[in-house]
C-alpha cells in the first residue's frame, strides 16, 4: 500500500528540471550572444542582414536567466526566489523577442520555435517546480 506523506516533497525530478531550464536557456542566449547576426538571418530565413538587432544584449540577458535557473536547483526550497526571478527572466525574453525581434525577422517555422519552444513552453514545468519550492519552504518555516 502506497501512502502519501502529509507533508510536501521536492522531488528530485523538479530539480532535473531547474538544471535543464537553465541549461537550455545558457545554450540558446549563449547563440544569440556569440552568434547574433548568424542566427538573426538564420531565424529570419535569410531575409537580409540582422546588424541593428541588439542579439548581444538579448544573449547577455539570457545568459543571467538562464544561470539564475540552473544555480536555483542546488538549493531550490532556499532560494526559491532565484526560481521566481529565472521565470520572470524568461516572461521578459519572450516579451523582449516578440517586440524587439519579430517584427524585423517575420514570423516563421524558426522564429515560432525560439518564441514557443525556448521561451514559453519553459514556464509550464517552471512554475509548479516553483510553486512546489513555495510549499515546501512555506510548510517548514511553519514547523521550525
Request: glycine share 8%; proline share 6%.
Amino acid at each position: 500500500m502506497d501512502q502519501k506523506p502529509t507533508f510536501p516533497v521536492f522531488p528530485m525530478h523538479f530539480r532535473g528540471i531547474l538544471l535543464l531550464a537553465g541549461m537550455y536557456t545558457i545554450a540558446w542566449s549563449a547563440f544569440f550572444k556569440w552568434f547574433g547576426p548568424a542566427l538573426l538571418t538564420w531565424l529570419a530565413i535569410d531575409n537580409g542582414v540582422m546588424d541593428n538587432l541588439p542579439a548581444s544584449y538579448y544573449g547577455s540577458f539570457g545568459l543571467v536567466v538562464g544561470l539564475l535557473i540552473f544555480i536555483s536547483a542546488f538549493y531550490p526550497v532556499t532560494w526559491v526566489y532565484l526560481i521566481m526571478a529565472g521565470i520572470t527572466g524568461k516572461i521578459i525574453l519572450a516579451i523582449w523577442f516578440s517586440l524587439g525581434f519579430l517584427p524585423e525577422l517575420g514570423w516563421n517555422k524558426r522564429t515560432g520555435f525560439h518564441l514557443i519552444f525556448n521561451e514559453i513552453l519553459w514556464l509550464v514545468p517552471l512554475c509548479p517546480v516553483f510553486l512546489r519550492a513555495l510549499q515546501v519552504k512555506q510548510y517548514l518555516k511553519s514547523h521550525e
